[in-house]
């Protein structure tokens, strides 16, 4: 006997939406685990957008602010002075350092000919201008890789003492860079120079200095920035051995009482911690060792930040909290760090990139904490960004920072060529172009069996303007992104030079068009996940902000 076969019921059409991503970029888990519930829409990929509270929006660009001397060597430093309305910014090279506090050419340029040859004077003298020429305040230096603290003395003074483990330390009053009052050594001490101090600090009114590749610091008395330093050995405190990197002072809640006092921190290359507290070293009565605590090596002695009274150091680790380091050994310390939603690129970064050189910045103004390791040839710069209030991370890519200052509320970078450049300004990156991207965590929406077959996809995004985005369905965790797409054209008419005289108004606000159109977006897969790029590269930012993404599917009746 023959059965009839029922008809197939077509297949319908579902929908998935995905919500913004504020729960940033995830990289700690099995690509298998999915999206998890109850929590903020996370991202395999999220690079220059960065993760607020509520949205998520795109960065700005970057905009050349100064070129130190020729361009021909890495700016190795950024440092200020605040003091009420005398407020300066300072870049250092190797050999110079200049005061980019106000700049009026940001590019050095100079007359050459077709062929790339400089024309000269009869004099011997290169045809063109530097910019920064008579900026220079310090000259014939052999090393720019300065450590650099403001102090105040008890006569009222406010001052930069800086340090590099080569030249002779700098002291800075408000108006000229000098050397006096000059770090001087003991009599009996014949083979440690104050040139060998490589880092210094402020604790309980009085300044500390590492000694170079030793494991001895040394300290001043109390509210002086110059005059005969005192040592104290450290090396039966660490272990492990090594020499010192960094000192700070450290308070979990700044002093108050009932809780941690004011600490001093040692960090060792080798990744120990040795906290002191008291106020005076000379004696054991005034200085007692607290502890001595294990945290993974640090990558550099530039690599920590300030978070309230704690301090967050950049590791072998990850990005750990001192608070965190006291309460556990260090095998069970990674999933305290506040980069282990990243642990995994953390990872990669540290064995791809080296453990030494890293620099960190919070910038309070944009809630952001930037982590940069150092730059890799043949591959895109890196930094890794968190939200200083949610912790969530990002990526930001295209800026080649090897260090970084906040001045008057706006993030400077120094460049491996010279140049100083602002941060997260305008809509193009020194007048080139940069792509944001985002692709959610992928998912099998809850039937890992079958196949889903994509159909249409739409990302709702305010922006600017009416975006050229890029749209791709990926499948089967390949992360791989296609060709980025061209530049939107912003024609906002709040361009500079676009606005035409009696039609435009003048302050208007900037216009937010919604981008929400349907794109088809054809492939299947077991597990899926939709991507979007979009370029900026002209003067106005796009700030795209990512709403919500949807995608719909058809899934097979059957598994296949």
Known sequence: MKWPRSARKPRMSQPKRYTSPI???????????????????????????????????????????????????????????????????FGAT??????????????????????????????????????????DVL?????????????????????????????KPFVYDGTAFGTDPALTMPAAETTVKPEDMSFVWAYKNRLFFVQRNSLNFWYLPVDQIGGELKKFPLGGIFGEGGSLLFGASWSLDSGSSGGLSEQCVFVSTEGEVAVFQGNNPATAETWDKVGVYKIGKPLGKKAMIRAGGDIIIATTTGFVPL???????????????????IVDAWNEACLLRGNEGWHAMLWPERQMVLVVPPHLNGSSPVMFVANALTGKWCRFTGWTSNCMEVFQGQLYFGSLGGEVIKANIGGSDKGNTYTAAYLPLFEDYGQPAFMKLAKIARFTIRASAKLNMAVKLHVEYDKELPPAPNATAVTSTQEWGTAIWGESTWGAASQVILNNDWQAIGGGGYVVAPSCQVTSGYIVPLDAEIMSTDLTYEMTDVPA
């Open 23 to 89: 729960g940033g970029w995830v990289a700690n888990r099995n690509v298998a685990e999915a999206q998890a519930p109850g929590l903020p829409q996370a991202a395999a990929v999220l690079d220059n957008f960065f993760p607020y509270a509520t949205t998520v929006i795109m960065r700005r660009g970057s905009e050349l602010h100064a070129t130190l001397g020729d361009a021909n060597k890495p700016v190795k430093s950024l440092f200020k002075y605040v003091n009420g309305g005398n407020q300066r910014l």
């Open 94 to 135: 190797d050999n110079q350092i200049f005061d980019i506090t106000l700049v009026q050419n940001a590019n050095s340029w100079r007359i050459g000919t077709s062929s790339a040859d400089d024309i000269k004077t009869d004099q011997n003298d290169l045809l063109g201008e530097l910019s920064t020429k008579d900026l």
């Open 139 to 167: 000259n014939n230096q052999k090393s720019g890789d300065w450590s650099v603290v403001q102090f105040a003395t008890a006569g009222g003074g406010i001052f930069l003492r800086g340090v590099n483990g080569e030249d």
């Open 323 to 341: 608070s965190q380091a006291i309460q556990r050994d260090v095998a069970a310390l990674s999933p305290a760090t506040v980069s282990y939603p």
